[in-house]
């Protein structure tokens, strides 16, 4: 095996008995990262071991397609800190940091992706917060390198959006990167719904909560793993786990137009009373009708499918499946 896949070279027997309990358990979701699957564990092990405590390091391949696997089992060879999930198909960035929550055992659990964007350096700051009493630690993007306008300008609109429509307070431009206290967790992984929004999760269960501002690094590798399609079904998502607003927006539009055909009729009837022999196009035509009924559809088949949303939602929970298949797990035999 190649030295730049070990991210220690040695582990001592201080660091193998420490495995029995970890202090900190980092949480990271692997798709399709094998050009910086390896750095990530080699900086956060770097990181973890300075601060002098037991730790484990949880990866969650969610079905990756390329050498992923093959890396983080040789990562997992190398040291046993590091542990791996193998999900038998890809289930999707939110249920592979959800199963990583489940598996950790730490006191403190950080989620982080891997890769290298959130940079692992920033971790001991979170951690800082947390030994001051707080129990979910957010970190803030205070900057965004190598984004696009048109991302940036999406994410804040979406932050802002989301802070306004639902009934949680989400802290805004604040992604999953953050660090839960064991309470936290517990509560957490209590909850199994299956479109989950994980950031509006940990902000919906409450908690002493607190952020920190860091800088987004840029992409080093690979491509990005939330193209437009994904990032509008994510939206989506946070918005019908935690608002009614779109339901809401029926009932409104329906008054809004019942308002304004009644409108209509009054100023019909009036021209008739006083102009009986107005033929306006406007008023009496077929474009006019034509217009209308075509209006009322689309925006009845608009609503329809926001309903559909909401029914898909409610049909996906009563099946009751398991969030994720795990085909393979490293590391957590020891455990039991």
Not at 249 to 260: P, S
Request: glycine share 6%; proline share 5%.
């Amino acid at each position: 095996m190649s030295a730049a896949v070990c991210p220690a070279d040695v582990v001592s027997e201080s660091s193998m008995s420490a495995l029995d309990r970890p202090r900190y358990s980092v949480v990271a979701p692997v798709y399709n990262e094998e050009a910086l699957v390896a750095e990530f564990c080699r900086r956060t092990v770097a990181m973890l071991e300075a601060l002098g405590e037991p730790f484990e390091v949880v990866l969650v391949n969610d079905g990756s397609r390329d050498r992923s696997p093959i890396i983080m089992r040789e990562l997992h060879d190398a040291d046993p800190r590091i542990k791996v999930l193998h999900f038998s198909k890809n289930f999707g960035h939110q249920l592979a940091i959800t199963a990583g929550i489940d598996h950790a055992r730490g006191d403190a659990v950080v989620v982080i992706d891997s890769d290298l964007q959130d940079p692992p350096e920033v971790i001991p700051e979170l951690i800082a917060k947390w030994q001051e009493g707080y129990q979910v630690v957010y970190a803030t993007r205070a900057e965004r390198v190598g984004e696009t306008w048109f991302k940036r300008t999406t994410a804040s609109l979406f932050y802002r959006t989301i802070a306004q429509i639902t009934n949680v307070d989400i802290p805004v431009d604040t992604g999953d990167f953050r660090l839960m206290d064991r309470k936290v967790v517990n509560a957490l992984t209590s909850m199994r719904e299956h479109h989950r929004f994980m950031r509006g999760l940990s902000a919906w269960v409450g908690f002493k909560q607190a952020g920190v501002p860091y800088k987004r690094d840029a992409r080093k590798a690979g491509e990005t793993k939330y193209p437009l399609r994904k990032m509008l079904r994510f939206a989506l998502d946070g918005i019908t786990s935690f608002s009614y607003l779109p339901l809401q927006l029926a009932t409104y539009t329906g008054f809004v137009i019942a308002a304004i055909a009644f409108l209509f009729l009054t100023a019909v009837v009036v021209l008739r009373l006083v102009m009986p022999n107005t033929q306006d196009p406007a008023f009496f035509g077929q474009a006019s009708t034509l217009v209308s009924v075509l209006f009322l559809g689309g925006v009845q088949l608009i609503f329809l499918g926001i309903i559909g949303e909401y029914l898909g939602r409610i049909y996906d929970e009563v099946k009751r499946r398991p969030l994720y298949i795990v085909s393979e797990a490293m590391g957590f035999d020891e455990q039991q």
